[in-house]
């Protein structure tokens, strides 16, 4: 009896870690930059499965093209990586960065992160690609940005509440009027005071951070 109670237990639990897992593997925190003459880097991040810190996507890929159906072109130098967070109740986190080579200028892409091991793919997203080097045809509009906001008692005390919800709100009001965005750095500020939101990790803060400047980037 006690043997099926343990064998039952086992299929609960790895039932549940499989679920999460599952649950966790769409691609998040999704970023664009720009990757030289004609190419754009795609960056993203995923969870690692619980109690296992393998990488669920060891290669990273991107279709692209210039319709929602018909991303004919693959991404190149897909680089995984990822950190020890040294906290074993945490999952391990994985990103991930591949380029999109030999765009044409001022072009109307779409592209798509492809599904991983047991894993989903990303929605369909779309970005104009850059100028062709010294086209002065048209202006381009930059804004540059940074220090975005802190989190936790302290920053709330000193620069009132929700200050990086402020300011990822008034970027995505310039964004219909905005061709590029220069970010100096300091998305926001997790560690600057001892108590940071009630519950709420390193990790997790700059997992939410990340998560609102998507829209953005």
């Not at 093209?65 to 945490?90: E, H, I, Q, R, W």
């Amino acid at each position: 009896m006690y043997t099926f109670l343990l064998f039952y237990l086992f299929i609960i639990v790895k039932a549940t870690i499989a679920g999460i897992c599952l649950q966790k593997q769409k691609p998040d925190q999704i970023r664009l930059a720009i990757a030289g003459i004609n190419s754009v880097n795609v960056g993203w991040h995923s969870y690692a499965c619980p109690f296992i810190d393998d990488n669920p996507n060891p290669t990273p890929k991107v279709k692209y093209g210039l319709s929602p159906a018909a991303l004919t072109s693959n991404s190149v130098n897909g680089k995984p990586s990822t950190y020890n967070t040294k906290n074993f109740f945490t999952r391990t986190s994985w990103f991930y960065g591949v380029e999109l080579q030999d765009l044409q200028p001022r072009t109307l892409y779409y592209y798509q992160i492809v599904a991983m091991n047991n894993g989903l793919a990303s929605d369909i997203f779309s970005f104009t690609s850059p100028p062709a080097l010294g086209d002065r045809s048209q202006p381009v509009k930059i804004a540059a940005y940074g220090d975005m906001g802190v989190d936790g008692l302290l920053g709330t005390l000193i620069n009132g509440v929700c200050l990086f919800e402020r300011a990822v709100i008034a970027l995505q009001k310039m964004l219909p009027s905005i061709d590029f965005f220069l970010h100096h750095g300091d998305i926001g500020y997790a560690d600057t005071t001892p108590l940071l939101v009630l519950g709420k990790t390193y990790d997790q803060a700059m997992d939410e951070y990340q998560m609102g400047m998507m829209n953005i980037t």
